[in-house]
């Protein structure tokens, strides 16, 4: 796993076997990055990652910037290897969090500009992320949730469903709470 883009560009990071994860692959992250790019300023925003497993996802918004990055995950393992790696990488605007997402989304206060989700494939509450992320009112206005998922997924029906993309094996849908200012 490698951080391909920001002021850590480049930079290898080798998780141990023993986390139960699957990273983003490169390709899939690079072209969400080009996106992301594409509507936010990285450098100006909140970000909170959930199903955060290696952080991989957390390194990216941390090396381009990111005001504030929040990685939540159940696993304790997962958690101390995030803190470990942001420490060693001097990602000061990285926090880990060990919690289950759902109990997370009960008790959050804070609001963030961007959540990604990369749950296990075969979750069995999958389908209630999205529900669950909106009630929580998590999101400014504008903000997205990325949701990264399997092919056997569809959220095409959901009142914030904005869009979806793939690259590869890799699927994300892409909900956006509507900006009122408008």
């Not at 290898?12 to 699957?22: E, F, G, M, N, T």
């Not at 290696?54 to 910037?65: A, K, P, Q, V």
Request: charged share 25%; glycine share 4%.
């Amino acid at each position: 796993m490698r951080i391909i883009g920001g002021k850590k560009q480049r930079k290898q990071i080798i998780a141990p076997s023993k986390l139960p994860v699957r990273p983003t692959t490169d390709m899939a992250k690079e072209a969400l990055f080009n996106i992301l790019n594409n509507h936010f300023d990285i450098n100006e925003i909140d970000v909170l990652d959930l199903c955060a497993g290696t952080g991989n996802i957390s390194y990216e918004f941390s090396s381009r910037d990111a005001k504030q990055v929040i990685a939540v995950d159940i696993n304790n393992n997962c958690v101390q290897f995030i803190r470990k790696t942001a420490e060693s990488l001097e990602f000061e605007n990285l926090r880990a969090v060990k919690a289950d997402i759902f109990h997370f989304l009960g008790i959050c206060k804070t609001r963030f500009d961007i959540v990604f989700v990369d749950p296990p494939y075969d979750m069995q509450r999958m389908l209630e992320i999205p529900e669950a992320v909106f009630k929580a009112d998590i999101l400014k206005e504008g903000g997205w949730l990325v949701l990264e998922h399997g092919e056997r997924i569809h959220f095409s029906t959901h009142p914030y469903f904005r869009e979806s993309r793939k690259y590869g094996k890799v699927h994300f849908s892409i909900f956006q709470k509507e900006n009122t200012d408008a």
